[in-house]
């Protein structure tokens, strides 16, 4: 019975990580929108879906390091920028408006969204967490 356990688990995490590439005309159209709008001259070093137990997302690597994760559906889960500024166009204007005014001249170079929150990382190192109505409820150091 140990035996059949350890074997079952061990396949179900063999298959839990199902990442196989993908092109950009096979995104979601709002993922394929989203990149033509925000991202335009930027150049695709790769693109993939990635599969877990439950959940399928996208992932796009641009060739300057810059990284898009993508809903099943296509909507934007996070946007990182490693080395320039998110673009103001995704930024909810009331966070952008917030980090303006208690960090000025401070860029945002990653922000992440669920249906509850947005988590927002300052190129100074502070990460910033805001509730659904745009309010900071935590600041991380």
């Known amino acids: 019975m140990l035996l059949w356990v350890a074997c079952t688990a061990f396949g179900l995490t063999a298959c839990a990580d ?3 590439p993908v092109t950009l005309n096979q995104l979601p159209a709002a993922a394929q929108q989203f990149i033509q709008t925000h991202f335009p001259n930027e150049e695709i070093s790769y693109a993939k879906i990635e599969r877990d137990f439950l959940e399928k997302r996208y992932e ?5 390091s810059n990284k898009i994760e993508f809903y099943k ?3 934007w889960k996070e946007v990182d920028c ?3 500024a998110v673009p103001a166009s995704i930024i909810p204007e009331k966070i952008q ?3 303006d005014e208690s960090y000025s001249g401070v860029a945002i170079e990653k922000i992440e969204w669920n ?3 947005y988590e927002v990382k300052l190129a100074n190192g502070l990460e910033l967490t805001f509730n659904k109505k745009l309010t900071v409820v935590k600041i991380d150091d």
């Open 18 to 20: 199902d990442d196989r």
């Open 97 to 99: 408006m917030c980090v």
């Open 82 to 84: 490693k080395y320039t």
């Open 60 to 64: 796009v690597v641009f060739v300057g």
């Open 115 to 117: 249906r509850r929150r």
């Open 73 to 75: 559906d296509g909507r």
